[in-house]
C-alpha cells in the first residue's frame, strides 16, 4: 500500500491508491463532522505549484476526449465540438460530442433502471461514495480540477483552488451532513406497540442538472445533492466548462457511484431543456445559470404540466446584481479592498460580483483614489500566470455584451469611466480580455445599474451624505436582481432602511 502524506490536512496520511480503504478508515456517516476544506497557497516553487505545474502542462499538451455516458456506455455522435482555452482560442483542450433527443431519451430509460437499486442502498452507504469523492478532490484529483478550471474556464490559481478543491469537496461532506440531519428526526410513537417511522426516498422519475461555465464545484454538486437523496439525474454540463466538469464526473466513478445513477450529457442547452421537459418521467430540475434560461425552463415545465406523473419540483439559482452600500461611518480602506475584490476576481463572473456601488460624498474622493489606484496596479492575463488577478472573459458572447454596457458608458452623457474601458480582441478573437472598469454614473435608475453584465464592470452612484435613507430605498427598488449586497458601516446601530416598494415584492 503506498502512503502519502495528505496534502490538504497536514499530518493526516491517507492511501492514495485505494479511495475504498481510505473512506472505511475515516468515513463513519453517524459520527463524522464535516469540515471546510483547507487551502493551499501555491507559492512559488512549493510541492503544490510544482504538482500543478504538472499537471497544466499535461493538459495543454492534449485535446482530452470526452464521450457521452449513459450508463455503462460512452457515446460519441457525429455532432463534434471543442471546448477551447479562453484566454488562448487556438489551444483546444477538450473534444466533446452533443447528445441528441434520442440519445437523452435513452439515459431517462437507463436512468430509471438503475433507480430502485439505488434508492434502496442506505443512505449511508451514499453518503460513503460521496464522502470518498470529496477525499480524492482534496488528494489525489486536486491538480487535475484546478487545471482543467485554469485552462478551460480561465481561473487563476486562487480561484481555481477555492472553487474546485475547497468549494467541490465542501459540497460533498457538507450534504452527507445535512443528508444526516434531515434524516435523523423520527415521529413520536405514543404506545410502545406502535412504531412510526419517517423514510426519505428518491423521487420517481429523474432529476434534470443543468449546470453553469463559472464554477466547476456548482457543475459537481447539482446532481450529486439529488442523487446523495436517492435520485437518478441527466447531468448537463455548460460547453465552456466541459473539462473540468468531466474531470469531476470521472471522480464520481471512481469514488464508486454505480452507472446510470448520474449519466453524463453534453448537448445543446435548449434541446436538452426541451427533452427533459417533455418527458412523463421528470421528477425535478437543479439549475443554476441565468434568469432567461430559469424561466424558459419554467415555463416549459408549466406548458407540459399534463404529461407528468408527479409534480417536477423546480429549483433555480440566477443572476444578480450584487451592491456595495457604503454608509458614511464606513471605513473606506474595506470598502476599497472589498469592492475591487467583489467586482474583478475572475472578471466579475460570479452571480455574488459586486457591480453597482453607492457612497456617500464626503467618502468618494478617498475611495475614488483608492479604486483607481488598484485598478491600476491589478494584472490581466493568462490565467495561468501567478501574478495574473483577472484573465480573459468566458467566450465571444460575454464579451460582446460587456462591449455594449462599456460602449454605451463611453457615448451616454450620464455615466463617466474613471478607469479602464479597454479591450483587447486585435487577434480575431484568439483572445477577448477586458480591463477591469470603474464608471461614474449620475443616473441611478440607467441600464447599467439594473441588468446584470456579468463581466468586470463596477458602476458607482455618489449620493449626497444627507440622503442615506432616500438612496437606500432608491438601491433596494433599482434590479430585480435581489441576489446578494454588502452594507459597509462601522456603527452597528445605524438604521439604513432598505424598503422594497411592491414593483418589486
Ligand atoms: N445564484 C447562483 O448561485 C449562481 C451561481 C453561478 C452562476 N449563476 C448565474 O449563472 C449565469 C452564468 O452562467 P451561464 O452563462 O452558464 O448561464 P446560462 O443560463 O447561459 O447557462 C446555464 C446552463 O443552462 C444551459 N442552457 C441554456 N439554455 C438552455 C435551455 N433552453 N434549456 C436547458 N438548458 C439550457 C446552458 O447550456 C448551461 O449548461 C449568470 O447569470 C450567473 O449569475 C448564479
Ligand atoms: N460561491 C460563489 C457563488 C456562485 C456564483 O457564481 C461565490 O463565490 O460567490
Not at 491517507?14 to 507559492?43: G, L, R, W
Not at 433527443?101 to 437499486?117: L, N
Not at 460602449?407 to 480591463?435: M, N, V
Request: glycine share 6%.
Amino acid at each position: 500500500m503506498f502512503l502519502a502524506r495528505q496534502l490538504s490536512s497536514p499530518g493526516r496520511l491517507y492511501c492514495v491508491k485505494c479511495a475504498q480503504c481510505f473512506s472505511s478508515q475515516s468515513f463513519d456517516f453517524k459520527t463524522s463532522v464535516a469540515k471546510n476544506e483547507p487551502m493551499f497557497d501555491y507559492a512559488p516553487k512549493s510541492k503544490e505549484q510544482e504538482a500543478l505545474n504538472l499537471a497544466i502542462h499535461k493538459y495543454s499538451k492534449q485535446v482530452t476526449e470526452i464521450p457521452i455516458v449513459v450508463g455503462e456506455e460512452e457515446i460519441k455522435t457525429s455532432e463534434v465540438r471543442y471546448q477551447v482555452c479562453p484566454f488562448d482560442h487556438q489551444k483546444k483542450i477538450a473534444k466533446y460530442y452533443y447528445a441528441d433527443s434520442d440519445i437523452i431519451e435513452k439515459a431517462i430509460y437507463v436512468s430509471q433502471e438503475a433507480r430502485t437499486a439505488w434508492g434502496k442502498r442506505p443512505l449511508a452507504e451514499r453518503a460513503e461514495i460521496f464522502a470518498r469523492a470529496a477525499d480524492i478532490i482534496s488528494t489525489d484529483r486536486r491538480m487535475d480540477l484546478l487545471a482543467t478550471t485554469m485552462l478551460g474556464q480561465a481561473k487563476n490559481v486562487v480561484q481555481a483552488e477555492i472553487d474546485t478543491a475547497a468549494e467541490l469537496a465542501d459540497f460533498y461532506r457538507f450534504n452527507n451532513q445535512f443528508a444526516k440531519e434531515i434524516t435523523e428526526y423520527q415521529p413520536i410513537c405514543p404506545s410502545e406497540t406502535e412504531t412510526n417511522t419517517m423514510v426519505y426516498r428518491g423521487m420517481e422519475g429523474f432529476w434534470a442538472a443543468i449546470t453553469p461555465f463559472n464554477f466547476t464545484a456548482i457543475g459537481g454538486h447539482l446532481p450529486a445533492a439529488p442523487a446523495l437523496m436517492g435520485n437518478v439525474v441527466l447531468w448537463k454540463p455548460s460547453d465552456t466548462a466541459m473539462l473540468s466538469n468531466y474531470t469531476v464526473f470521472k471522480i464520481l466513478q471512481e469514488a464508486g457511484l454505480p452507472p446510470g445513477v448520474i449519466n453524463f450529457l453534453p448537448a445543446d442547452g435548449p434541446l436538452f431543456g426541451n427533452t427533459v421537459t417533455s418527458s412523463s418521467y421528470l421528477s425535478g430540475i437543479n439549475f443554476t445559470g441565468s434568469v432567461r434560461t430559469f424561466k424558459t425552463l419554467w415555463k416549459l415545465v408549466a406548458e407540459n404540466m399534463d404529461i407528468y406523473r408527479t409534480y417536477p419540483r423546480i429549483i433555480g439559482e440566477c443572476g444578480g446584481k450584487n451592491m456595495h452600500f457604503v454608509h458614511s461611518s464606513a471605513d473606506a480602506e474595506s470598502v476599497i479592498n472589498g469592492s475591487i475584490r467583489s467586482a474583478f476576481e475572475y472578471g466579475g463572473q460570479k452571480c455574488s460580483a459586486c457591480s453597482r456601488m453607492y457612497v456617500p460624498e464626503s467618502l468618494w474622493p478617498k475611495i475614488k483614489d483608492g479604486l483607481i489606484a488598484i485598478q491600476k496596479q491589478v494584472k490581466l492575463g493568462s490565467a495561468l500566470e501567478q501574478d495574473t488577478f483577472l484573465s480573459a472573459v468566458i467566450d465571444q458572447k460575454a464579451f460582446h455584451r460587456i462591449k455594449s454596457y462599456i460602449d454605451h458608458a463611453k457615448s451616454c452623457p450620464d455615466e463617466t469611466i474613471l478607469a479602464g474601458g479597454g479591450c483587447d480582441d486585435r487577434y480575431h478573437y484568439t483572445k477577448l480580455f477586458y480591463e477591469p472598469t470603474i464608471i461614474q454614473t449620475t443616473n441611478p435608475l440607467g441600464e447599467i445599474m439594473q441588468e446584470e453584465i456579468f463581466g468586470p464592470v463596477l458602476t458607482v452612484y455618489v449620493y449626497p451624505d444627507n440622503k442615506c435613507h432616500e438612496t437606500a430605498h432608491l438601491a433596494a427598488n433599482t434590479s430585480s436582481f435581489g441576489l446578494t449586497a454588502a452594507i459597509f458601516v462601522q456603527d452597528q446601530y445605524v438604521y439604513i432602511p432598505f424598503r422594497f416598494d411592491s414593483r418589486f415584492v
